[in-house]
């Protein structure tokens, strides 16, 4: 075994050539970019191999085709890179990992909630055993409830057994029982207890965000979020699905990498709120359906087979313990339902909180992202559906792209006469990169500018030093190397174009269909949901074609809507049920299987806003 040492982290590990240098540097807990999943297609993980004991096999095709140039000074692709000897390898800031500004909030939309939870507390005073008369703790227990509240023989878990009998001779007066859904009781405080608490969760395909709520108040008392840790295996579900086949106990793995996630993110809350994570006594969760499962254990693998079956679609109950999850050890956690294959129970919650589906007006909901969940209709009707959107709006497959982290751009202005460009990056750091709001930016300014043309094609006519010839044919620089973080320069290149006309022409295309379908002419409103929508510029927007009919509608960014859909059930056990008509008056449209999406898709490749356009069309 050789020693290879990870630069700038002085990481050492050992290799004999069998594993890749992305598969080591997991191993070694550096957050390596890999958004393919190591499948050697997103060309992220750039590394250079600074010093080796041994000669280095030529760089792949693959690998000359993504890196070009940059080979000749020692860059490779860690996912194609294997070295049986001892090295030195750094990794490039732009490589890395970064934490990334995780979307929290629910904007300025009012969501009301009425209070009224799955669990209630039932104070009661129980007389103590008499020697004439031998009645057991749990017996008197349940007739002192009887007599107060009239509830008939609840359910007894055997861990809240455990602690009746101290619970009932402590110094204080009386016992607290908390009954959920008036059956079961789930937890026994000494004394007259008048605190009760749940946490929510939305578990999204990148972030994960925990919301602590006191269920009696409806008061947050903490927000914690996190980056999903399963990304380390590939940004996208497919990519995750295809490691839990090709893998040996991929599938556990991914589970259990989530489920330290979500515990992670329930003790710092609890931590927050000074509370113990045993007083939470309820959980929500909501995601896409490949998280759903990937969370449950499920096998993910027929989701991505036509025609998509979940293993199930119906809410569920489960014990929080038999889940993994770090909370009341007789707690439950609830699921909502999903929909589809790719439509899950989080497009549900995001109905629930935008009030969709009681609205007059037809309505256009979009969550973006790696899959962008689309619905469209009104109190009479709702159809929805999932593009296959791919990573662009995210960073992925983009020459410079990134998550939006410290140093992301997420605003870019060129002036139309003297093509001088001006940014703005998330925490006003040097810039990094482009985040998913920066890329759809840039390219809506370069369209405006006479950049961009109708067909995506960058114009010949433009007459500056930005407009240059790159290794993938013309590019234009946005930021020079002397401004940049990483001191290289930042360009949009053809090929980026390209990669957002399709994601953008998928949801498009998906949300015509569903207006189509539907029997409008177009939305009366258009909802952005999630991190993706909500960053987005309604103008850049409508200049790329992103959605129609975005020009008469009202656009609106409504938050983590997923998110607060799952408080809002958390809160009001009501709202489950309202959760499960919705998913039932849900009509899904599989878009792989319908031409006329296909026939949408090729139109909504093109730019109309593009100065050529009628002239080419």
Known sequence: MAELVFLPFEKSVETDGSKSLLELAREAGIPLQATCGGKKICGKCRVFVESSDGPLAPPSDREREVLGGDTERGCRL????????????????ESLIRPQVILTSDTENPYPV??????????????????????????RLVLALKQAYEIDDPVFDPFVLRRLPRALRSDRKGITAAIREGGEIVDLYPGREERLFGIAFDLG?????????????????????????????????????????????????????????????????????????DQI????????????????GLDPRYLAMAPYPPVLQEAQDFKARDLGLGIGSSAYVHLPPVKAGFVGSD?????????????????LLIDLGTNGEIVFGNRDRMLCCSTAAGPAFEGGHIRWGMRAAAGAM????????????????????????????????????????????????????????????????????????SESSTSQDIVITRKDVAELQMAKSAVSAGAMLLMERFGSDGAGR????????????????????????????????????????????????????????????????ELAATARFQELFVTGMFFPAARDYEDEF
Not at 289 to 296: I, K, P, Q, W
């Open 410 to 481: 997420e605003r870019v202005k060129i002036d139309p006469g003297t093509i001088d460009v001006s940014w703005k990056t998330i925490y006003d750091q040097l810039p990094a990169g482009l985040c998913g709001s920066g890329i759809i930016s840039a390219v809506a300014e370069m369209i405006r500018s006479g950049i961009i043309l109708a067909r995506g094609d960058f114009s010949e006519e433009i007459r500056s030093p930005r407009m240059r010839e790159g290794e993938d044919g013309l590019e234009f620089v946005l930021v020079q190397a």
């Open 281 to 296: 006594l309820e959980a929500i969760l909501v995601g896409n359906t490949a998280m759903h499962h990937l969370f449950m």
């Open 78 to 93: 860690a996912c194609e890179t294997s070295l049986a000897h001892g090295a030195v390898v750094h990794i490039p800031e």
């Open 114 to 139: 009425r209070l009224n939870p799955g669990i209630g507390l039932y104070y009661v005073e129980v007389p103590p055993p008499a020697l004439d008369s031998v009645v057991a703790d749990r017996e």
């Open 205 to 277: 395909t990148t972030t994960v965000v925990a919301y602590l709520l006191d269920l009696l108040t409806g008061e947050k008392l903490s927000v914690k979020a996190a980056m999903n840790p399963q990304i380390e295996v590939g940004d996208d579900v497919v990519t995750r699905i295809s490691f839990c086949q090709e893998r040996s106990g991929g599938l556990e793995e991914l589970r259990t990498k989530i489920v330290r996630c979500l515990n992670s993110l329930i003790r710092e809350a609890s931590a927050e709120a000074e509370i113990d994570p």
């Open 526 to 589: 258009i909802l952005l949901a999630g991190a993706g929508g909500n960053y987005i510029d309604p103008l850049d927007a409508c200049t790329i074609d992103l959605f129609p009919g975005c020009l008469t509608s009202e656009v609106k960014g409504v938050g983590n809507a997923a998110g607060h859909g799952a408080c809002l059930a958390l809160l009001d056990r009501d709202k489950r049920e309202e959760a499960g008509r919705i998913a039932a008056q849900m009509e899904y449209e």
């Open 347 to 363: 497009t549900v919650a995001c109905i629930l909180a935008t009030g969709l589906h009681r609205s007059t007006v037809p309505t």
